[in-house]
């Protein structure tokens, strides 16, 4: 079914655990991550779904989407899903080759969004509760989560301010992904916009795993010392009006 996609105006990102390459977050909806990660992966292991247009692999029992699927994964109701967890993979031949060690972390990681020891990913291992309320993500190069953070970021500024934006520059990207690791909070509900300017303000929260306490935060907070600011299609990062970037 397909449904209207969102657009939440809160992103939350709890790197506690950037060690791992696994990032928790709140206020990132499937249809984002998708559309901003560099390289959209095309084949997906579907380890918790409704999507009634899956494959089944005979060899692993597991139901899956490749690129014939994956535009119509991506409209559907994923909200609706209630819990919604994939993991990408290279070709269909894969999975005939998995041994009965990989299906078991599979398995574990669908029923409890954790790893035993490896799980056999290409590059995302992602489990979702209520699309985009909350999120836990694996990746297998840092670069990944930065790239797609970065440009949701701009995807949702352009979304709210019905503005052109350019994209954010590396070193900014790179100062965001570090923040992560003490709980990076960026509310577009506060954004200022002017004829010549837009900021977001941004602050460290610390680590969560309660969603609705992120969410409340937005009513919380009312002191922001740190502010993303676009400017004549550029960038800064500015903490009490002292360039930071």
Same mark, same amino acid.
């Given at each position: 079914?397909?449904? =209207?996609?969102?657009?939440?105006?809160?992103?939350?990102?709890?790197?506690?655990?950037?060690?791992?390459?696994?990032?928790?977050?709140?206020?990132?909806?499937?249809?984002?991550?998708?559309?901003?990660?560099?390289?959209?992966?095309?084949?997906?292991?579907?380890?918790?779904?409704?999507?009634?247009?899956?494959?089944?692999?005979?060899?692993?029992?597991?139901?899956?989407?490749?690129?014939?699927?994956?535009?119509?994964?991506?409209? @559907? @109701?994923?909200?609706?899903?209630?819990?919604?967890?994939?993991?990408?993979?290279? =070709?269909?031949?894969?999975? %005939?080759?998995?041994?009965?060690?990989?299906?078991?972390?599979?398995?574990?990681?669908?029923?409890?969004?954790?790893?035993?020891?490896?799980?056999?990913?290409?590059?995302?291992?992602?489990?979702?509760?209520?699309?985009?309320?909350?999120?836990?993500?694996?990746?297998?190069?840092?670069?990944?989560?930065?790239?797609?953070?970065?440009?949701?970021?701009?995807?949702?500024? =352009?979304?709210?301010?019905?503005?052109?934006?350019?994209?954010?520059?590396?070193?900014?990207?790179?100062?965001?992904?570090?923040?992560?690791?003490?709980?990076?909070?960026? %509310?577009?509900?506060?954004?200022?916009?002017?004829?010549?300017?837009?900021?977001?303000?941004?602050?460290?929260?610390?680590?969560?795993?309660?969603? %609705?306490?992120?969410?409340?935060?937005?009513?919380?907070?009312? @002191?922001?010392?740190?502010?993303?600011?676009?400017?004549?299609?550029?960038?800064?990062?500015?903490?009490?009006?002292?360039?930071?970037?």
């Amino acid at each position: 079914m397909k449904k =209207k996609q969102t657009v939440r105006d809160v992103i939350y990102v709890s790197g506690r655990d950037f060690a791992s390459k696994c990032f928790f977050s709140y206020g990132i909806e499937f249809h984002e991550l998708m559309s901003c990660v560099e390289h959209r992966p095309e084949n997906l292991i579907l380890l918790k779904h409704n999507f009634d247009n899956a494959q089944l692999n005979l060899a692993s029992r597991f139901e899956y989407v490749t690129s014939l699927e994956i535009d119509e994964l991506i409209a @559907d @109701d994923v909200y609706g899903y209630g819990d919604f967890c994939w993991v990408d993979f290279n =070709k269909v031949d894969d999975l %005939d080759n998995l041994n009965s060690f990989q299906i078991a972390e599979l398995l574990y990681f669908g029923h409890l969004a954790k790893n035993l020891q490896v799980i056999p990913k290409q590059r995302f291992a992602y489990y979702a509760h209520d699309d985009g309320w909350f999120n836990k993500l694996y990746v297998s190069e840092l670069v990944d989560y930065e790239v797609m953070l970065a440009r949701v970021i701009t995807l949702k500024l =352009k979304n709210f301010s019905r503005k052109l934006i350019t994209p954010l520059p590396n070193v900014i990207s790179k100062i965001l992904l570090e923040a992560t690791k003490e709980g990076l909070f960026i %509310d577009f509900s506060k954004l200022e916009k002017t004829k010549f300017e837009i900021r977001i303000p941004i602050t460290a929260v610390g680590h969560y795993m309660d969603m %609705d306490a992120v969410y409340n935060l937005k009513d919380e907070i009312t @002191d922001y010392k740190i502010w993303l600011v676009h400017r004549n299609r550029e960038w800064r990062l500015i903490n009490e009006e002292k360039d930071i970037d």
